[in-house]
């Protein structure tokens, strides 16, 4: 009986570990563990081993963890927790033969030819060009942005820190908005906005603006606030939503991603509600005299749980991943 491999998908907040049958990408034996928890990913990983009986002779000697972090050096070090580590230390301290160290959103982006159509939820219709990239990009803890592309021979990732660009105003109310993060951040990047923090600190801008007190405290308060009507809240949640219809706009035109846009990470799924309400596909078209190009490009809500780990799955042994 061939060993288990391990994969991972490891943010900001969470580690996602699982097994997976050789030669399969759906993961079984998930466990959510808090990084906060654990020192470092060694010991969550042994951890996470020790509870699924994977040890031993049944211990994985292959792996694919997926980060939400830059992951191109031997160093890795997390952009929203405390964990750093060299790749080769954990490589020998978990006892793998084989090690892959992959972006999280790269994890995203490989899981998504894997998904469902159950669980994708259509935001815009659209003609998909059957060889062309596809967007993946979506607001969590940070901000994530890849692309995926169907090579000859598999799909091929194209990781990317494009949530790390700068954010561009559109209007009055967004100038204003990037006067109001400067107090708080050197530099206003698109990730400052789109994410769980960024959504709360756009709501304590709209306070600021109407001269009134923030009253909540967190970026699950806001949306809460929103779904009952409260009006600063839910400025603040359209907003969130119409400058991410931008910012997809923007990526998809420099990606040239006619194979679709796919919204991933862990808030969306919690406000298709809010989607038509907002102006997120009229900000995505509106892009002046290549409109019409984002026009019929569709995009979609990923609703599956696991993507991640549908990535580092397909990541394991795809030959375009190293």
């Known amino acids: 009986m061939s060993r288990p491999a391990l994969i991972g998908d490891i943010g900001g907040t969470n580690a996602r570990l699982a097994l997976v049958t050789p030669g399969e990408v759906t993961p079984h034996d998930i466990v959510n563990l808090p990084c906060a928890d654990y020192p470092g990913v060694i010991e969550a ?6 509870r699924v009986g994977a040890t031993g002779d049944k211990a994985p000697r292959e792996a694919c963890l997926a980060f939400a972090c830059p992951v191109h050096a031997e160093r890795v ?5 405390h964990w750093t580590f060299l790749k080769s230390e954990v490589q020998q301290a978990l006892n793998l033969s084989l090690f892959k160290v992959i972006n999280d959103f790269t994890a995203q982006a490989l899981g998504v030819p894997h998904v469902a159509a159950s669980e994708l939820v259509e935001v815009q219709p659209g003609t998909i060009q059957p060889h062309a990239t596809r967007l993946v990009i979506g607001p969590g803890t940070g901000l994530g942005v890849a692309g995926v592309f ?5 799909w091929i990732p194209l990781p990317t820190e494009g949530g790390h660009v700068t954010f561009a105003p559109t209007d009055d109310t967004e100038r204003s908005i990037v006067e109001m993060f400067k107090q708080h951040h050197q530099r206003v990047s698109v990730e400052r906005l789109l994410c769980g923090q960024g959504l709360f600190e756009l709501y304590q801008a709209y306070c600021s603006f109407e001269g009134a007190e923030p009253r909540l405290t967190s ?3 806001v949306t809460h606030a929103a779904n009952q009507g409260e009006p600063l809240s839910t400025a603040a949640l359209l907003r969130f939503l119409k400058i991410l219809g931008d910012v997809c706009g923007d990526a998809t035109l420099t ?3 006619r194979g679709g846009v796919y919204l991933c ?3 969306l799924p919690r ?3 809010w989607l038509p309400k907002s102006e997120l596909r009229s900000a995505f078209i509106n892009k002046g005299r290549v409109g019409s190009y984002n026009a019929d490009i569709p995009i979609w809500v990923v609703t599956a749980p696991w993507t991640g780990l549908l990535g580092a799955a397909e990541a394991l042994h795809n030959e375009e991943v190293f």
């Open 45 to 50: 990983v042994q951890d996470y081993l020790q």
């Open 77 to 81: 070090k997390m952009t929203n927790n």
């Open 150 to 154: 169907p090579g000859q021979h598999a």
């Open 219 to 221: 970026p699950a308060d």
């Open 255 to 257: 990606m040239g991603a």
């Open 265 to 267: 990470g862990g808030i």
């Open 271 to 273: 406000l298709l509600d």
